[in-house]
């Protein structure tokens, strides 16, 4: 079955990923969803300075909306912020530095962000982390788990008394198409047993971020939440990461600004916010967060055992 997933997943990737995919489907994008105004919301967006995250910054950016970069490098993070800045004319943009992958700050920086600010509009979970090898944060958790899964978890659980108190209040998650080869496993979330694969670990991080949404939805139903696949985009976690795959495929990878443009579509169109909560997008449209007859789909049961892990473990970090 794993062989029919990759193949059924690559074949998917050549047709509906590339960029060439994204100029088709924006054949049929509604110009005027994104012609407006969010002045007086505020956007904390992870992994702001690069890639995908600085795309959307800084479209979100030239229509008015308050910036928060939230980042792990601080020299990037400035670097980028002024750059926004200049080209947006936008000086309500701020720069957070944390590490996603630690664990305990996750849950500080949330907890003050939540007493300094009085609103937060939109949080786009955008940060990623794929490994080469196996690692362990300072607090004896696997990173990519930590920085992908645990972080958003912790993030959204901090920030929704926020996001409650604030008018169309939405968490947008960038997951992968590399998701989509995953079902959700809980019984080895450290990535402790077997070979350790990068990649693997993070479309299975990706799957995790799917269902989260999926249950955040339910709990939470004055939030509008989803998740979405921005394609095959050229980025420096790509290039690091999948050195083959990106110099293969560079030709037919996507902007930065491509992939990016579902993200911005859902953080700040009213189109968006009528489409029921929950659920996976690409290319501005609602599809399905599984291939046909890949056998991903987890049972009810299997997504609350998750979420009560997910929950119990969040807990074991929180400052007291």
Not at 154 to 172: A, C, F, M, T
């Amino acid at each position: 079955m794993s062989l029919y997933r990759n193949s059924a997943w690559f074949l998917k990737g050549l047709t509906e990923f590339t960029k060439g995919a994204f100029l088709s489907a924006s054949k049929n994008f509604v110009e005027k969803d994104l012609e407006t105004s969010v002045a007086g919301r505020s956007f904390l967006i992870t992994g702001a300075n690069s890639g995908i995250g600085k795309a959307t910054a800084m479209a979100i950016a030239k229509k008015g909306g308050t910036i928060h970069m939230v980042c792990r490098n601080k020299d990037k993070a400035e670097e980028a912020r002024t750059e926004i800045v200049k080209d947006s004319g936008n000086k309500e943009i701020f720069v957070h530095i944390l590490d996603l992958s630690e664990t305990k700050k996750v849950w500080e920086f949330a907890e003050s962000f939540k007493k300094k600010y009085k609103a937060l509009n939109v949080l786009i979970n955008n940060a990623g982390c794929m490994m080469t090898k196996r690692e362990v944060n300072g607090e004896g958790l696997e990173k990519s788990f930590a920085s992908n899964s645990l972080a958003m978890y912790i993030l959204i659980k901090s920030l929704i008394p926020l996001l409650e108190k604030s008018p169309d209040s939405r968490v947008i998650t960038v997951s992968s198409g590399g998701m989509l080869v995953q079902k959700l496993r809980t019984g080895n979330l450290q990535s402790q047993r077997g070979r350790y694969d990068g990649t693997m670990v993070y479309a299975q991080n990706k799957r995790q971020q799917v269902v989260m949404t999926e249950q955040f939805a339910k709990v939470h139903p004055n939030i509008h939440f989803s998740v979405m696949h921005p394609g095959w985009v050229d980025t420096p976690t790509i290039a690091n990461a999948m050195p083959d795959f990106h110099s293969s495929m560079k030709e037919r990878l996507r902007t930065p600004e491509q992939g990016a443009d579902t993200v911005v579509w859902l953080a700040v169109s009213e189109a968006a916010g009528k489409n029921p909560s929950g659920h996976f997008f690409q290319d501005r449209q609602m599809v399905s967060a599984h291939l046909p007859l890949a056998w991903t789909h987890s049972s009810q049961l299997e997504d609350q055992k998750f979420m009560s892990v997910m929950e119990d473990l969040a807990k074991s970090f929180q400052p007291h």
